[in-house]
């Protein structure tokens, strides 16, 4: 029966395998058990399984709602150490970051990094991260990238791959058909920096052209099928 969920391969089986060596409790609580050994993605796998009581069934899914965020802290020095390793590269502290001479700044996680005080800290030729509203004043400080040669990726483009996602699952796409419709994000960045290049404009400006064309084109649809 799981095996209809197509998630996470090998590894889930191998937590479904490890379930099943533990004979105490049902077969749902000893999943739960497995997944919460095997780490944090699994006992995210687990949460949102726990709403699919018509693939599992609800007694299963039932008990997959034991699930909780509850791990012990991971110290974040060894988090550092791990990664310094494996990527040969040099931890720094959060407030040195913006000056460390690199090729990409990727803001991925907190909003307005870009703001008075960091904008002249930065060393790199381009802005491209997954983080929403980048830019702490949008009007200020995507011109100032511009005239800085910082090339900028628009956040709601660049990031926009979680909500073609959650329109594929609205309306009943494949995963194949979200990654498709996702790697078009791509082709649609290359366009925006054409036509900032050609009108002479910061990319935040551009796409906001793009995404404005996009919405008259959309409405002009509408009222076409209603009349």
Known sequence: MLEKT???????????LASKRD????????????????????????QALSTRSDIL??????????LQDRLPPFSGALARAAIAEEF???????????????????????????????????????????????????LVHGPALHQRGILYAPDYVINAGGLINVYGE???????RSKWKAGEIYGTLLRIFE????D???PHLAANKVAE?????????QRTFRT
């Not at 036509?195 to 050609?198: N, V, W």
């Open 6 to 16: 197509r998630v996470a391969g090998a590894e889930f089986a191998a937590a479904r």
């Open 23 to 46: 004979a105490e409790g049902r077969p749902g609580e000893r999943l739960a058990r497995a997944l919460n050994e095997a780490g944090p993605s699994f006992i995210k796998l687990g």
């Open 57 to 66: 069934g609800e007694e299963m899914a039932a008990d997959l709602t034991l």
């Open 88 to 138: 040969g590269a040099r931890a720094v502290g959060a407030d040195d970051i913006y000056s460390v001479g690199a090729d990409v700044f990727a803001p991925c996680a907190m909003g307005a990094v870009i703001n008075d005080e960091t904008i002249d800290m930065l060393k790199v030729d381009i802005v491209a991260g997954a983080a929403n509203n980048q830019l702490a004043r949008g």
């Open 170 to 176: 609205l309306n009943d796409w494949t995963a194949d």
């Open 195 to 198: 036509l900032a290049k050609s």
């Open 200 to 202: 002479g404009l910061g």
């Open 213 to 221: 064309a996009r919405i008259l084109e959309a409405r002009h649809l």
